[in-house]
């Protein structure tokens, strides 16, 4: 089973833009479609973005549009979500998660990290 360990949260301003990393180990990390998430407190776990396997598509929730990018790179195993346009309301704990498809659904996906901390202050 794949592992995954996120970095890159932290305090910025609203405005500003963060950059966030999600480590994956083994062999097989291009045989996973990759996601990002997110879930600030007393709310459900949200869909930010999602990549295919090969990082030729994308997919984004309506929220973040325009505004977040997500890309891999399978030979360092390791998908980014750039975060630029930064607003109070993207204050959350953001996990990555791999899985066979690019899914909405939080349950699709069958690996995930620990989550890092992204606080916007406005």
């Known amino acids: 089973q794949v592992q995954l360990v996120e970095s890159g949260g932290g305090l910025v301003q609203a405005g500003g833009s963060l950059r966030l990393s999600c480590a994956a180990s083994?062999?097989?990390?291009?045989?996973?479609?990759m996601g990002w998430f997110r879930q600030a407190p007393g709310k459900e776990r949200e869909f930010v973005a999602g990549?295919?396997?090969?990082?030729?598509?994308?997919y984004y929730g309506d929220s973040v549009k325009g505004r977040f990018t997500i890309s891999r790179d399978n030979a360092k195993n390791t998908v980014y979500l750039q975060m630029n346009s930064l607003k109070p309301e993207d204050t959350a704990v953001y996990y990555c998660?791999?899985?066979?498809?690019?899914?909405?659904?939080?349950?699709?996906?069958?690996?995930w990290g620990q989550g890092t901390q992204v606080t916007v202050s406005s």
């Open positions: 083994g062999r097989t990390f291009s045989s996973y479609a």
């Open positions: 990549t295919t396997r090969g990082g030729g598509s994308t």
């Open positions: 998660a791999a899985g066979p498809l690019v899914v909405t659904s939080a349950s699709n996906y069958y690996g």
